[in-house]
């Protein structure tokens, strides 16, 4: 019936319209799409007059199914959003003869590869320091209470929105894992190095950009690198979105090892407690935004605009000096980066 059938199509661009929206962070921003209306100049302006033809009148007045996409089968592995893993989600499958279907807790080390998405959670928002909150250190030992993470973990796709990034590139692996033989989930955070020219190629990335206070530590000259330069950022704005990067036998606790107690590159007795990791800047020789101010071997707090982010890496657009708050001399001879 033609009114069954208009009625299905406007009915299925409402649905596609909304799963396609995702909610991000609330210190994030996220665009809201709009349907836009149908053209209503191919409808007939005495549609609702006419009558309905009888079903058996002609073929084309048979209701239209809708073939359902197909779901794959169901795989011993789940996400941290509690879904099952279906063989349709896998890209790759490694170290068994096996389908992802066929796997069981037994079969050791088989590990299987999802490309196009991983899961993501967002944060707390909340960070401690010892040089924004020293009450709450002792020390180096947090004494406070660090807030419970009740955001949930949920699946991202390549395209989809996050804490105002949009995903550009997504990946994760599950894996079984030797440990008592049970099922766990490993998911991808280290970087893949293209070995031609020695660039890094990350199995994930933010696209966008933001600026958040932290502290960049920049490594004095050593017997590694008689240079130096290299720089680590430790954020104490705990804004970015959060990447799983550890496996469990009971399941995915938001805070599990996430609450990191993070010290700056070579500066030990500084601490920052955050979900929130320390990103590598690359070397402060290549920096192509004004870097007066700091030097080699400062640590200093800063607000740090930075953009193609990766779980363990940022570029650096960016940056304003608030303070150096301490520095390394010259470090040749000495262990190099003790506080790694």
Not at 174 to 189: A, H, I, L, P, R
Request: glycine fraction near 8%; proline fraction near 6%.
């Amino acid at each position: 019936m033609m009114r069954s059938r208009i009625a299905v199509t406007v009915f299925s661009v409402l649905i596609a319209a909304l799963s396609l929206s995702i909610g991000g962070c609330s210190n994030g921003k996220n665009e809201s799409g709009t349907v836009q209306p149908s053209d209503s100049s191919s409808v007939p302006d005495n549609l609702s007059a006419q009558e309905e033809p009888p079903a058996e009148s002609t073929p084309e007045s048979a209701p239209e199914s809708v073939p359902e996409e197909p779901k794959g089968e169901p795989t011993i592995f789940v996400g941290p959003d509690g879904e099952t893993i279906l063989t349709t989600d896998i890209t790759d499958i490694k170290n068994t003869e096996k389908t992802a279907a066929e796997l069981t807790e037994d079969d050791l080390f088989a590990s299987v590869y999802c490309s196009g998405f991983t899961y993501m959670m967002e944060p707390t928002g909340v960070s401690f320091d010892n040089y924004h909150n020293p009450e709450m250190f002792d020390g180096m030992t947090f004494i406070g209470e660090y807030p419970e993470n009740a955001n949930k973990w949920r699946r991202v796709n390549v395209g989809d929105e996050i804490c105002g990034f949009k995903v550009k590139k997504a990946h994760c692996i599950f894996t079984v894992n030797d440990w008592g033989k049970w099922v766990g989930s490993y998911f991808n955070e280290s970087e893949r190095w293209n070995y031609e020219d020695y660039t890094p190629d990350p199995d994930f990335e933010l696209e966008g950009e933001i600026t958040l206070e932290g502290l960049l530590s920049v490594d004095s000259r050593n017997n590694y690198d008689p240079d130096g330069g290299y720089m680590g950022f430790t954020p104490t704005e705990n804004k970015l979105p959060l990447h799983p990067v550890r496996r469990t036998e009971t399941g995915f606790d938001p805070m599990y090892d996430r609450t990191w107690g993070l010290t700056p590159y070579n500066f030990l007795e500084y601490k920052v407690m955050s979900e929130t990791y320390t990103l590598n800047l690359g070397n402060i020789q290549d920096a192509t935004c004004d870097m007066s101010g700091v030097g080699i071997g400062d640590l200093a707090l800063v607000r740090a605009t930075v953009s193609h982010i990766t779980p363990g890496t940022a570029f650096l657009e960016d940056i304003e000096v608030i303070e150096v708050l301490d520095h390394v001399e010259d470090s040749l001879g000495e262990a190099f980066n003790m506080g790694r």
